[in-house]
């Protein structure tokens, strides 16, 4: 009843940016905190930068001053801008979602399908 869907990932070149969305649809009544994580094969999964329904954020030291987060809450939407990417940035990059829907119930574990990232060196 509720779908994450990512888009925005590609390859890209060291140095260069790239411009990730996630649009939640369904019956949502409320979203809390929305947030971007990444995995590579083999490691777990790790949380990249977050974002709540007022505006405050959070991420990961590897990613500061590189990275954007931002919400537009009238479409449910959040980004992520990555900016100075690192081949260490590789990664398939998940959306997340707390959310409470219509029916009254709230997860804090709605995923999207991921998208791929891959920074060449």
């Known amino acids: 009843q509720v779908q994450l869907v990512e888009s925005g990932g590609s390859l890209v070149q060291a140095g260069g940016s790239l411009r990730l969305s996630c649009a939640a649809s369904?019956?949502?009544?409320?979203?809390?905190?929305m947030g971007w994580y990444r995995q590579v094969p083999g490691k777990q999964r790790e949380l990249v930068a977050s974002?709540?329904?007022?505006?405050?954020?959070n991420y990961a030291d590897s990613v500061k001053g590189r990275f954007t987060i931002s919400r537009d809450n009238a479409k449910n939407t959040v980004y992520l801008q990555m900016n100075s990417l690192k081949p260490e940035d590789t990664a398939v990059y998940y959306c997340?979602?707390?959310?409470?829907?219509?029916?009254?119930?709230?997860?804090?574990?709605?995923w999207g399908q991921g998208t791929q990232v891959t920074v060449s060196s």
């Open positions: 997340n979602g707390d959310i409470t829907t219509v029916f009254g119930t709230r997860r804090l574990d709605y």
């Open positions: 369904g019956r949502i009544r409320s979203i809390n905190v």
């Open positions: 974002i709540t329904s007022g505006g405050s954020t």
